[in-house]
């Protein structure tokens, strides 16, 4: 048990908002700790600013004070650097020509708007295809093959199956974008496939055989 665990658990029961009803036998059960080791946090935790309590009917009515909001602020920001730093996938790969399956694929209203729903952005009807290189590039592809990213279904249409999407927040460059896994694709596993709001080769003034890094933070869980 540590300072952070017993803020959230207060947290989640609206201490930060208000004062709230604490039964110490019911949180030390929840978090799997005695009565008296609660007891403990909640004397050590006034004490040293994080907390305010007051004798309630049932127990003690607890609120988080400034002081205690602002270390969990900076706990949810230390966190989300070193999770930031840990999840990110940078792949780096040339930019090369397709077949036009992107701009065709992509032009279908049903992509559209299954990816603005999911994305929250209509995609440029055309994909940035990414050829790689080197074998760290091919490793990180895996990475993202091996994790759930965000699903855009498929469909049928005029009797024909339109394969589901797994779709990767990333930037290339800076700008907005998402990297795709088709569930069908006639690409090999060397080619990443990029989509964005914007018309990425005029955006970023690409020409086929340009270096592009494309950095992803893909969701933690895998597939």
């Known amino acids: ?7 959230i ?32 946090w909640l004397i050590n935790l006034e004490r040293d600013g994080m907390i305010a309590r007051k004798e309630g009917i049932r127990g003690y009515m607890v609120q988080i004070t400034p002081a205690g909001r602002a270390y969990m602020e900076r706990m949810k920001d230390e966190l989300g650097v070193i999770f930031t730093h840990i999840g990110k996938i940078s792949i780096v790969g040339c930019v090369v020509s397709g077949m036009n399956e992107g701009k065709y694929y992509l032009g279908q209203k049903e992509y559209q708007e299954r990816i603005r729903t999911v994305m929250g952005f209509s995609p440029f009807p055309g994909t940035l295809n990414v050829r790689l290189r080197k074998p760290e590039d091919y490793q990180s592809k895996e990475r993202l093959a091996a994790l759930s990213g965000i699903e ?4 049928r249409k005029a009797g024909r199956t339109f394969g589901s999407l797994k779709c990767f927040r990333c930037t290339v460059q800076g700008i907005e974008a998402a990297a795709i896994l088709p569930e069908r694709t006639h690409y090999g ?3 990443l496939e990029i989509i964005s709001p914007y018309n990425l080769r005029d955006r970023l003034h690409l020409s086929d055989g340009d270096s592009v890094e494309v950095e992803v933070i893909p969701d933690v869980h895998t597939a």
Do not use: D
């Not at 207060?10 to 007891?39: D, F, H, N, W």
């Open 189 to 191: 596993f060397q080619m």
């Open 152 to 155: 855009v279904g498929g469909f």
């Open 1 to 7: 048990m540590n300072i952070l665990e017993i803020m």
């Open 9 to 40: 658990y207060l947290g989640r029961r609206g201490a930060l908002e208000r004062y709230c009803a604490i039964s110490t036998p019911k949180m030390g059960s929840e978090l799997i700790i005695s009565q008296q080791s609660v007891s403990r």
